[in-house]
């Protein structure tokens, strides 16, 4: 497996170039089989894949605890990152949450749940409005000093945010989707900060969230019980607008016989050797499938072609219903 480098210096973070995005296997994508999870994380080890991706709020709780196993039997091997700040509170309702003190105890209970002594890389999932970042920064470098947590990171952080956090604790990286069909970072100052400050990128939804795989051809063609089925640009309307990315990732994956998914994130890994995707599998085809964009060597034709079919801020529809892109910094 081929490695990447997070971050620079003294908060340099060493990971498989591809990690694996957990938050399918319990959330937002509708019901999964835990065996087949077990044998696509067993699959993604003998693969060389370390670097696993969670959360508190995957679930809530539940994604935690179902890799816990698996991370307890492979703890030394593996680099975790996982994720605070989207509270769920017992009267039902969820917010946004950087207080000091919440910082701490989601931080406790997320190594409870996993079962382990220091999260590799803790990231501060949405930016808390109410909270002054340098206060959610400075409890999240007392965490570092006291071993609790290795490295820090950041996830649809704006340009802003990302220079206040730093300036109290280096940044290793920054989580954000980027995609083919999510192009935003090139343009809006985020993908250009983290390059300055030597933050390593770590694109979420990497596939657009299953549309570059070229499975959901219509919004029919997604479970009722699958998130997605309601989110804006999966509705027929946009899905049909976006079709022409489609067509040339898919285009292009036949004349090098590969998959769409695989183009999809061959162009991405063709970004800089500080982008590490961290494409969701829940399916060991799927994975296998992913980890085989690694031998794929796009040229400066197949970059061209693959920009003018997706350009920025070409996508119809925006990336999530309206209360979720409130919470998103751009």
Same mark, same amino acid.
């Given at each position: 497996?081929?490695?990447?480098?997070?971050?620079?210096?003294?908060?340099?973070?060493?990971?498989?170039?591809?990690?694996?995005?957990?938050?399918?296997?319990?959330?937002?994508?509708?019901?999964?089989?835990?065996?087949?999870?077990?044998?696509?994380?067993?699959? &993604?080890?003998?693969?060389?894949?370390?670097?696993?991706?969670?959360?508190? &709020?995957?679930?809530?709780?539940?994604?935690?605890?179902?890799?816990?196993?698996?991370?307890?039997?492979?703890?030394?091997?593996?680099? /975790?990152?996982?994720?605070?700040?989207?509270?769920?509170?017992?009267?039902?309702?969820?917010?946004?949450?950087? %207080?000091?003190?919440?910082?701490?105890?989601?931080?406790?209970?997320?190594?409870? %749940?996993?079962?382990?002594?220091?999260?590799?890389?803790?990231?501060?999932?949405?930016?808390?409005?109410?909270?002054?970042?340098?206060?959610?920064?400075?409890?999240?470098?007392?965490?570092?000093?006291?071993?609790?947590?290795?490295?820090?990171?950041? &996830?649809?952080?704006?340009?802003?945010?990302?220079?206040?956090?730093?300036?109290?604790?280096?940044?290793?990286?920054?989580?954000?989707?980027?995609?083919?069909?999510?192009?935003?970072?090139?343009?809006?100052? /985020?993908?250009?900060?983290? %390059?300055?400050?030597?933050?390593?990128?770590?694109?979420?939804?990497?596939?657009?969230?299953?549309?570059?795989?070229?499975?959901?051809?219509?919004?029919?063609? /997604?479970?009722?019980?699958?998130?997605?089925?309601?989110?804006?640009?999966?509705?027929?309307?946009?899905?049909?607008?976006?079709?022409? #990315?489609?067509?040339?990732?898919?285009?292009?994956?036949?004349?090098?016989?590969?998959?769409?998914?695989? /183009?999809?994130?061959?162009?991405?890994?063709?970004?800089?050797?500080?982008?590490?995707?961290?494409?969701?599998?829940?399916?060991?085809?799927?994975?296998?499938?992913? #980890?085989?964009?690694?031998?794929?060597?796009?040229?400066?034709?197949?970059?061209?072609?693959?920009?003018?079919?997706?350009?920025?801020?070409?996508?119809?529809?925006?990336?999530?219903?309206?209360?979720?892109?409130? &919470?998103?910094?751009?």
């Amino acid at each position: 497996m081929q490695k990447r480098t997070l971050g620079s210096e003294s908060n340099a973070l060493e990971v498989s170039a591809l990690g694996l995005g957990c938050m399918g296997m319990t959330f937002a994508y509708g019901s999964s089989d835990p065996k087949q999870i077990q044998h696509t994380l067993a699959r &993604s080890f003998e693969l060389g894949v370390n670097f696993l991706d969670t959360s508190d &709020s995957y679930g809530p709780y539940s994604n935690e605890l179902l890799l816990a196993p698996f991370v307890n039997q492979h703890r030394d091997d593996l680099i /975790i990152a996982s994720k605070f700040g989207q509270e769920f509170r017992p009267d039902g309702s969820r917010g946004i949450n950087g %207080r000091p003190e919440y910082v701490r105890s989601a931080c406790d209970e997320s190594l409870n %749940r996993l079962g382990v002594d220091h999260i590799d890389l803790y990231y501060q999932h949405r930016i808390d409005p109410n909270t002054p970042i340098e206060e959610t920064w400075g409890a999240l470098s007392e965490l570092v000093g006291e071993g609790k947590v290795r490295y820090l990171g950041l &996830s649809e952080a704006s340009s802003d945010s990302i220079r206040n956090a730093h300036a109290v604790h280096p940044v290793t990286a920054l989580q954000t989707e980027w995609s083919l069909w999510s192009r935003d970072v090139e343009v809006n100052g /985020i993908l250009e900060t983290t %390059r300055e400050l030597g933050i390593g990128f770590v694109p979420y939804s990497p596939l657009g969230r299953g549309f570059l795989t070229g499975k959901f051809p219509t919004n029919e063609s /997604i479970p009722a019980d699958d998130g997605r089925k309601s989110w804006p640009r999966f509705q027929d309307e946009a899905l049909t607008a976006n079709a022409q #990315i489609l067509e040339s990732v898919t285009s292009l994956a036949r004349k090098m016989n590969s998959s769409p998914a695989q /183009i999809a994130l061959a162009w991405l890994l063709a970004q800089g050797e500080d982008v590490v995707p961290i494409p969701g599998s829940r399916k060991v085809a799927n994975l296998e499938d992913n #980890i085989g964009s690694l031998d794929v060597q796009l040229s400066d034709v197949d970059m061209r072609e693959l920009d003018v079919a997706a350009p920025i801020g070409g996508t119809i529809g925006q990336r999530y219903p309206d209360l979720q892109m409130k &919470s998103i910094q751009q």
